[in-house]
């Protein structure tokens, strides 16, 4: 924030060096910069002209020894010590006591007003790392110069922050939000905070579903992550560990001879994993079996079956990382494909 000094000479000179000196002190003191400093003797018609160029470099201006013909010229009253004027604001000093009654009166509205508010629009996206969502967005990020955007990565989640300030108006944000979010949109699953467990909890419970879990190389995650939530009572129906092929077999209906001949981890195991949930009652099914490492051959290698009566999808993934690390992209991109899963429902 800027800030012009303007001290009127009349008929007597005044010397108001040492109050102009006070004032600067106080303003530089509580981070005011001190854009220019005029003591001149002004005629009305010399007057508009300055202060109308005065406010087009300043945002406030103080001016020194206004008399009453100064103050009537301006539109303002005898009384007034604060007063708008065009873009900018005007503060009145006298010589005498002027500098203590603007440091109580006026000096906190201009500090007041010069306070700049930052927020941040949060989009949330699976399936991005920071480089490419960089990519994706470089041209939005350097038209508009007045955001900033961060990246925050965690696994395959990657969190959009939008900075901007109160000097910005709405539609302007808004706009830039807009443009990113058309973007990302296949990436995008949130805009705000939530998790993405949350999330999926949320579209389950607005569309009245239930969600049944049958989980192998995940062990347990997902349902985990979703019963972290308040409400989760609302949309699971159950969640199994089938950890063994025996289990899946037992508890699922799936086929020995599919394991036999597939594998425990594949697409056709996969399938009747959530088919075997269905049968049972299952209003939504959702099933993983894969590989989590960190031993053995085709590690990362990992199914999701996810469907309903109507028909099941099944997805295929290579996650990498530590055995850790695959577990949890894998709870992370179940959650992404039901949000889809339930989206995609709606729009139908």
Known sequence: MKVSILALQYIQKIDCE???SKLIDLLTKNGIEINAVTKAKFSEEDLLIYLKYLSSISSYIIIFNADKKAKQTLGASESDIYFSYNSSDIAFIDMDNGIALFENMVLPVILSKSITHRYKYILRTYGLDTERAKELIKDVSRAKARVSIEFIQTRSLCD??????DNMSGIEVINIVNEIKKILKDYLYEEGT??????ALDLLREKQRKLS????????????????NAGASTVLY???VTYTDRAKMLRLDVEKETIEKDGAVS?????????????????IAMATTGFAGPEGDNVGLCYLALGDKNGIHIFENHFLG?????????CDNAFFKLIKYLNDEHEK
């Open 213 to 228: 879990i049958a989980e192998s190389y995940t062990g347990g995650h997902i349902v985990s992550e979703l019963v972290k």
């Open 267 to 283: 697409s056709e195991t996969a399938y009747q994993m959530a088919a075997g949930l269905i049968k049972a009652g299952a209003d």
């Open 160 to 165: 959009i922050e939008i900075g901007y300030t």
């Open 194 to 199: 939530v998790s993405i467990s949350k999330k």
């Open 322 to 330: 530590s055995r850790s690390d695959i577990i949890l992209q894998g």
């Open 238 to 240: 159950e969640g199994l």
């Open 18 to 20: 040492q109050q102009i």
